[in-house]
């Protein structure tokens, strides 16, 4: 194990261990476990890790040594979320290292790492790992909600969006449903800028790229467009009027 073991942090519970890089950069090896108990296919090294000043781009590796010599290595190179790299100065966030050996025998060595290619500090809380035996899959993220609840949600939310903008257009160009139309969009505006406000908190957090990519793109669309659009239902519906204001005079 590289670095040294500090004593908990005021407002902690947990000891830590502090890694630091000088200009040169280092990987340190932080543990090593031979012959882990892992019965299932995937499995998660998971915790909690913290940093300040880290030059460049550096990151946390797992690698797996299976039966037969394969290695194969999972890194947090992500731009957000449990797998998110190493830059500049962060909290204490969670972290999480998968790997799916499906097919393949229980790895036979894993080997946690901290890569920092010049300066910086880390520093390591609490590690778990955890795999799918037993039927406990292994967490694939640390967010609000599940990955593929988040996506789920996302692509249902995207649809019904896309199915109102479509009849909301047909309204609006028919000249109908003028309350309907205004009201829906107005609403659509607010919840646009509701989710992309979620969006911004849920990135600021470190959540998961399935869960904050969803809330800032649907949050942007749902708001700028419906206002952009605004004057120009208002416009339609106004020569409507005019033109059945006119033909009623006429006759």
Not at 68 to 88: E, I, V
Not at 95 to 100: K, Y
Not at 145 to 172: E, H, K, N, Q, S
């Amino acid at each position: 194990m590289a670095g040294s073991v500090l004593p908990p942090e005021p407002g902690a519970t947990f000891h830590r261990l502090k890694i630091e890089s000088q200009s040169q950069g280092l990987t340190a090896t932080v543990l090593t476990i031979d012959r882990p108990q892992i019965a299932g296919p995937r499995y998660a090294l998971t915790g909690q890790v913290r940093y300040e000043a880290v030059e460049g781009t550096g990151y946390l590796e797992l690698w797996n040594h299976f039966p037969g010599g394969g290695q194969y290595f999972s890194r947090t190179l992500g731009d957000g979320g449990p797998m998110m790299k190493l830059h500049g100065t962060s909290g204490w966030r969670e972290f999480t290292l998968p790997f799916d050996a499906t097919g393949a025998p229980p790895p036979v060595r894993l080997v946690f790492n901290v890569v920092l290619p010049g300066r910086g500090v880390v520093y390591l809380g609490p590690l778990k790992l955890t795999d799918s035996s037993n039927g406990n899959e292994p967490a694939s993220s640390t967010g609000w909600v599940p990955d593929r609840t988040a996506v789920l949600a996302g692509g249902i939310g995207g649809a019904v969006i896309g199915v109102l903008g479509a009849l909301l257009g047909v309204f609006t160009s028919l000249g109908r449903a003028r309350r309907f139309v205004v009201a829906t969009t107005t609403a659509l505006a607010l919840f646009g800028v509701l989710a992309f406000i979620v969006g911004i908190v849920a990135l600021t957090e470190s959540q998961p790229y399935a869960v904050y990519y969803p809330l800032l793109l649907g949050g942007f669309l749902s708001a700028i467009v419906p206002l952009g659009l605004m004057p120009a239902i208002r416009k339609r519906y106004e020569e409507i009027e005019l033109r059945a204001m006119r033909a009623q005079d006429l006759g």
